[in-house]
C-alpha cells in the first residue's frame, strides 16, 4: 500500500503541474486555484470508488471526461459569466432590460409557450395512435416523428418560410383568408411547434406502452366506459411524461434560432426573437449587451434543466412505486 | 490450499464480513451456506478478486502466497456467476474459448490445441455439439453448464460458484446437483460454492460452512453439521426443528413433568433452556412410556407423501410441534385427530437461554 | 431522444376493453396524419420540389460551383474531427458513470446534457468571448498570430459543443442496463481492462454507439446557429453546407438553396432509417435476452 499516495500525487499531477491550458485561463481569469481546486477535492474521492471495483480505468476514465467537459464545456460557459461579472449593474440592467429586448423575451417566451402547448396536445394524440392503433405505414411514420431532431434547423426554416409565405402552398390558402403566416409571430409560432414536435411524442410513448392492459379491464370491469377509463385511469400515469415532454420542448424553443430566422421577417419590437438579438447586438460588436442577454438566457435554460431533471427523477419515483 | 485470514469487509454502515477466517482444503468441495445477508457471496467475491476487505482488514492466500490485493486477472480463479454472465455475443466456443484467446501472445495455445481444448470441456460438460449455438439458443442448465466449462478453460486453481443452481428449475437443480458432485470426482479441483440452500449444500459438498450475520457459525462435514449443530442458528438452517422451552438442572432437562438427560449442561442450576428436537426424531407411540414420555394432542394428519406429517399439540402448556414418521412407524400408532398420544423426544439438542440466534 | 432502450416491448392489447370504438380511431388517426403530414412531411416534400422547380440541370449544378463544393468539404471535415472527439469522450463517460459508483455521479450526468439546455447562438457566443479579437484570450492569441474564430478551429469548438451530450448520453443508460458481469467474468478468466473493453463491453453496447454516433453526425452536419457566430461567414473558406444554404437563400438564389438543403434532408432521412434500424436490432437483442 505504500505507491498509493505517490499515484495521487501523479494523477493530480497535470492539474499542478503542466503549464497549459489552465495557467492560460489563470492569467485571464485571476482566478488561478479554481480548477485545482476541483482536482483537490475530486482525486481523492477517485481513489475511495476505486478500492470498491475490481474493474480498471476508473481514474483514467473520469479524469479524461472531467478534462474534456471543463475544455469544452464548463470553461467557455465560465467565461460568459465571466464577462458579465466585469459590467456594471447600471450596464447590466440597461443591456438586458431595454424596450427591444424585452419585446424579444415576451415573443421568445410567449411563442415558446404556445408551441410547447400545441405539441403536448397533439402530441398526447400522436404518442396514442402509435401506441394503440394499427393502420398502414406506422413505422414509417413513427420513424418520421424524429425528423426535427435530425433535419438541419435551416433546412426546417426555409422549407417552412416557402411553404407559409404568401405564395407557397399553404400560405396562399392562408392569405386568402387573411391570415399572415411568414414574416409574421404565427410564423416563429409555427417554427417552433416544428422544432418541438418529437418531446411529448418520445416522452409519453414509451409510458403509455408500458401501461398494463390489465387497468382497462379492471376499469371496465368496474362498469367505467372509455371516456371515464382515460381519464380517470389512463391520463394520470401520463402526467409526468407529458410535462416533461412540454418542459423539453419548451427549453429547446427558446433557444431555437436557424429554423426561426427565415420564417420571422426578424423585425425589432415585433418579431425579433432572443437569440436572433444576441446575434445582432453581436454583428454590432456590442459583446457586453450580447452577453448579458446571454447569461439571463443561461440562467433560465439552467433552471428549467435542473426543473426537468427533477421531474424525471419525480416521474420515475412515481412509475416505479 | 486457500485461506482467508481475519477478513472484515464494509458497504458504508454494513458489516457484510466480520473477521473471518477460512482455510480450504486442495481439492476439496466446500459449501458457503448462509441466509441472503449473511455475507457468503462477498466472501467469494473477495476470493476471486472481485472485492476487496476493508483496507488492512485480513488477507487472502492462494498456497502461501499474499493475493489480497491483487486483480482478479491475475488469480487464476474459475468464476461461475449466478446469471453465468456468457458473453452473448459469442457463441459458445467462443465463451469457452476467451480465457484462452486473451492470454499474452508468449502462452497463448495455438489454434489447434485451443480448439482440442474447447471441444474436450464441452465434451465434460456434456454439451457436445452445441459450440456453434448462442447462449440465448441454450437452457437454463445448459447456459450453467457452458459457464462452468469457460471458467475450467483456463485451468484454474479453484473454481468458485456463486449460487450455481439458483435460478433453474426444481427438476434441473437437482439433476445439476448431482452432475456436479459427478464432475468433482472426475477432475478433483479445488471448488467453493455459495448457497442459501441447505439440502444443496448437505447434498453436493465435502465440507460446509454455515455463515450468518457476516461471520461463521459452523464448519464440518454435512453429517457433522446437521448431526451436531453448534448452535441453535445452525440448527434452525439445517431443516426443520422444533423447539420446546423447559429448565436445565444438574445435567438434567426439566419439560413439564417429564425428565430427560442433558449431560452437556451439568453445572447449570435451574437455567432456562431451549430443546432442539427435529421432527422425524421424537417417536409416538399410545401408551406412555414412563418419565420420557410426553403427553400430546393430535392436531392434524398428513399423510400424503413418503412421510406421514403429523401436527401435535402439548397437554401441558398447549405449544404446538411437528412429527414425521414414516410409512411403516405410522403404521404401528394409532393416528386419530382429537386423539392423546405420548412423545418421546430422541436425539435432543439443550441450550441455556442466554445464546441468542 | 428517447433512447434506445425505451421503445420495446410492444404489449399486444387487442382485448375488448381496451378497443375503442371506430370513429375515434379514425379520427385520432387522421387528426395525427393531418399534424404530422403539415408539419413534417409537407416541409420535406417541398425542399425536393423547390430544389428541382427549375429542373434538374440547374439542380445538379448547385453543386457544382466551387462555393458549394468548399462547403461540402468544410461540413465533412468538421464532422470527421468532431464526431470521433465525441465518440472518445462518450465512451469514457459512460465507462465512469455506468461501471463505477462515486460521489458527484449525478452531478457530472447533469453536466454532461448542459449543451442541450443551452441555445446554439449562445454555444457559439461563448467561444467568441473567449478566443474573439475581444475575448478573454483573444489578444494573447492575436499576438501570437492564431486565428480560432471565424475560421475552422472555432467551427469545429462550436460543433463539439453542440453535439457533445450525444454518444455518451446514448451509451451511458445502455451500459448501465448490462450490469459488470459480464466485466468481471471476462477479468477472472485473465483478460486485461483493454481486452474486456474491446472483446466484452464494446460488442455489447455496440448499437447504442452507433446510435449515438448517427444523431452526433446529424447535428454535426447541421448545426446552424452556433457554427453561424462563430463563423465569419468567408466564402469557399468558413461556410459549412447550412451556412451556404442562408446565403443562398438570402441572394433569392432558391433553386440553389434548396438543392443544397435537399442533400442536408437526405442525410437527415438516411439518419431516420438507420435510427430505426437500429431499434429493431435492439429491440431483438434484448428479446432474446
Redesign the interface.
Known amino acids: 500500500m505504500k505507491g498509493r499516495n505517490n499515484e495521487l500525487v501523479f494523477y493530480c499531477a497535470p492539474f499542478f503541474v503542466q503549464p497549459n491550458p489552465y495557467e492560460i485561463i489563470s492569467i485571464n481569469t485571476q482566478k488561478p486555484l479554481t480548477y485545482c481546486r476541483f482536482a483537490v477535492i475530486l482525486f481523492p474521492l477517485m481513489r475511495i470508488a476505486r478500492e470498491h471495483s475490481p474493474l480498471p480505468g476508473f481514474r483514467l476514465t473520469l479524469g479524461y471526461s472531467v478534462f474534456y467537459l471543463s475544455l469544452i464545456v464548463l470553461i467557455p460557459l465560465g467565461a460568459a459569466f465571466l464577462k458579465t461579472a466585469g459590467m456594471t449593474w447600471g450596464a447590466f440592467v440597461e443591456a438586458v432590460a431595454s424596450p427591444r429586448v424585452m419585446a424579444s423575451y415576451r415573443l421568445t417566451f410567449g411563442a415558446s409557450l404556445i408551441a410547447a402547448v400545441i405539441n403536448s396536445v397533439f402530441g398526447l394524440v400522436v404518442a396514442w395512435v402509435l401506441v394503440r392503433y394499427r393502420f398502414p405505414f406506422k413505422r414509417v411514420i413513427d420513424a418520421f416523428v424524429d425528423l426535427p431532431f435530425a433535419l438541419p434547423t435551416a433546412v426546417a426554416g426555409i422549407a417552412l418560410a416557402a411553404i407559409y409565405s404568401k405564395n407557397g402552398w399553404i400560405g396562399h390558402y392562408l392569405e386568402m383568408v387573411g391570415i399572415k403566416a411568414a414574416f409574421s409571430r404565427l410564423g416563429v409560432v409555427i417554427a417552433l411547434t416544428f422544432i418541438g414536435l418529437p418531446f411529448v411524442v418520445r416522452t409519453v410513448q414509451p409510458v403509455l406502452e408500458a401501461l398494463e392492459p390489465e387497468l382497462e379491464e379492471a376499469a371496465a370491469s368496474l362498469g367505467a366506459n372509455r371516456w371515464q377509463t382515460f381519464r380517470r385511469v389512463l391520463l394520470p400515469p401520463l402526467y409526468p411524461s407529458l410535462l416533461t415532454g412540454f418542459a423539453l420542448a419548451f427549453a429547446r424553443a427558446l433557444g431555437e434560432y436557424g429554423s426561426v430566422v427565415f420564417i420571422s421577417g426578424n423585425m425589432p419590437m415585433r418579431t425579433e426573437i432572443t437569440p436572433l438579438l444576441i446575434i445582432t447586438k453581436l454583428e454590432q460588436y456590442d459583446y457586453n449587451g450580447a452577453t448579458a442577454i446571454a447569461v439571463v438566457m443561461l440562467v433560465f435554460s439552467f433552471a428549467l434543466l435542473l426543473g426537468i431533471n427533477l421531474l424525471q427523477k419525480w416521474s420515475l419515483k412515481e412509475w416505479s412505486a | 490450499m486457500i485461506e482467508a485470514q481475519n477478513i472484515t469487509k464494509r458497504f458504508g454502515e454494513f458489516k457484510a464480513l466480520n473477521n473471518v477466517s477460512l482455510s480450504v482444503k486442495s481439492g476439496e468441495l466446500l459449501a458457503l451456506l448462509g441466509p441472503s445477508g449473511s455475507g457468503k457471496t462477498t466472501l467469494l467475491r473477495i476470493i476471486?478478486?472481485?472485492?476487496?476487505p476493508d483496507?488492512?482488514a485480513g488477507r487472502v492466500l492462494f498456497n502461501g502466497e499474499d493475493v489480497t490485493?491483487n486483480?482478479?486477472?491475475?488469480?487464476?480463479?474459475?468464476?461461475a456467476?449466478q446469471?453465468y454472465?456468457?458473453?452473448?455475443?459469442m457463441t459458445v466456443f467462443e465463451n469457452v474459448a476467451?480465457?484462452l484467446r486473451?492470454?499474452p501472445a508468449a502462452t497463448r495455445p495455438l489454434e489447434t490445441e485451443i480448439r482440442r481444448r474447447v471441444i474436450e470441456l464441452l465434451s465434460l460438460v456434456q454439451l457436445d455439439n452445441m459450440d456453434k449455438r448462442f447462449p440465448?439458443q441454450l437452457s437454463g442448465g445448459q447456459r450453467q453448464r457452458v459457464?462452468l466449462a469457460?471458467?475450467l478453460?483456463?485451468q484454474p486453481k479453484v473454481l468458485l460458484l456463486d449460487e450455481p443452481f439458483g435460478a433453474l428449475d426444481a427438476k434441473v437443480r437437482k439433476e445439476l446437483r448431482r452432475w456436479l458432485r459427478q464432475l468433482h470426482k472426475e477432475i478433483h479441483i479445488t471448488s467453493i460454492f455459495v448457497t442459501h440452500d441447505q439440502d444443496e449444500a448437505l447434498e453436493v459438498a465435502s465440507r460446509v460452512v454455515v455463515m450468518n450475520k457476516g461471520a461463521i457459525e459452523q464448519i464440518g462435514t454435512p453429517e457433522e453439521v446437521y448431526d451436531r449443530p453448534a448452535n441453535p442458528f445452525v440448527y434452525n438452517f439445517l431443516g426443520s426443528v422444533n423447539l420446546f422451552h423447559g429448565r436445565v438442572h444438574g445435567g438434567q432437562v426439566h419439560l413439564g413433568n417429564t425428565s430427560l438427560p442433558a449431560p452437556e449442561h451439568p453445572e447449570a442450576q435451574d437455567a432456562p433452556a431451549m430443546i432442539y428436537v427435529r421432527p422425524h426424531e421424537i417417536h409416538v407411540a399410545n401408551q406412555s412410556n414412563g418419565q420420557q414420555s410426553l403427553p400430546a394432542l393430535i392436531r392434524d394428519v398428513n399423510p400424503a407423501g413418503p412421510l406421514v406429517h403429523i401436527e401435535l399439540e402439548r397437554l401441558d402448556d398447549g405449544a404446538k410441534f411437528a412429527v414425521e414418521l414414516t410409512r411403516e412407524q405410522s403404521r404401528n400408532v394409532q393416528l386419530t385427530p382429537g386423539s392423546q398420544v405420548f412423545v418421546e423426544l430422541k436425539n435432543l439438542r439443550v441450550f441455556s437461554e442466554d445464546y441468542s440466534i | 431522444m428517447a433512447g434506445v432502450i425505451t421503445r420495446l416491448n410492444k404489449a399486444k392489447r387487442n382485448t375488448r376493453a381496451a378497443q375503442d370504438p371506430a370513429w375515434v380511431r379514425w379520427s385520432l388517426i387522421g387528426v395525427s396524419l393531418a399534424f404530422l403530414g403539415l408539419f413534417l412531411f409537407v416541409p420535406l416534400a417541398a425542399v425536393f420540389t423547390e430544389g428541382l422547380r427549375r429542373g434538374v440541370r440547374v439542380y445538379l449544378a448547385a453543386f457544382q460551383t466551387p462555393d458549394a463544393l468548399a462547403a461540402i468539404r468544410l461540413t465533412l471535415l468538421v464532422a470527421v474531427i468532431a464526431v470521433p472527439l465525441n465518440l472518445v469522450f462518450g465512451l469514457a463517460a459512460a465507462w465512469a458513470i455506468a461501471k463505477f459508483e462515486f460521489p458527484g455521479k449525478s452531478l457530472l450526468t447533469t453536466l454532461i446534457d448542459l449543451p442541450f439546455a443551452v441555445s446554439p447562438v449562445i454555444s457559439g457566443l461563448i467561444y467568441v468571448l473567449l478566443f474573439g479579437a475581444h475575448g478573454l484570450i483573444g489578444p494573447w492569441l492575436m499576438e501570437h498570430n492564431i486565428q480560432l474564430i471565424f475560421a475552422v478551429p472555432g467551427i469545429v469548438m462550436a460543433t463539439l459543443f453542440v453535439t457533445f451530450p450525444f454518444v455518451a448520453r446514448e451509451l451511458i443508460p445502455v451500459m448501465q442496463s448490462r450490469g459488470n458481469d459480464e466485466e468481471f467474468a471476462a477479468l477472472t478468466l485473465g483478460a486485461n481492462g483493454w481486452q474486456t473493453f474491446w472483446r466484452v463491453t464494446l460488442p455489447n453496447v455496440k448499437w447504442g454507439l452507433f446510435y449515438g454516433v448517427i444523431l452526433c453526425n446529424a447535428r454535426a452536419m447541421g448545426e446552424f446557429g452556433a457554427v453561424s457566430v462563430v463563423s465569419g461567414h468567408i466564402r469557399g473558406q468558413t461556410n459549412t453546407m447550412p451556412l451556404h444554404i442562408e446565403i443562398l437563400y438570402n441572394e433569392y438564389n432558391y433553386a440553389a438553396a434548396f438543392a443544397v438543403a435537399s442533400l442536408l434532408s437526405l442525410l437527415a432521412l438516411v439518419t431516420l432509417a438507420l435510427k430505426s434500424l437500429i431499434e429493431a436490432q435492439s429491440a431483438e437483442q434484448t428479446q432474446n435476452d
Not at chain 2, 476471486?48 to 476487496?52: C, I, P, R
Not at chain 2, 486483480?71 to 468464476?79: E, I, K, L, N, T
Open positions: 476471486a478478486g472481485l472485492e476487496f483496507r488492512g490485493y486483480p482478479a486477472a491475475s488469480r487464476q480463479v474459475g468464476f456467476f446469471h454472465a456468457l458473453f452473448r455475443h476467451f480465457g486473451v492470454r440465448t459457464a469457460r471458467a478453460a483456463v
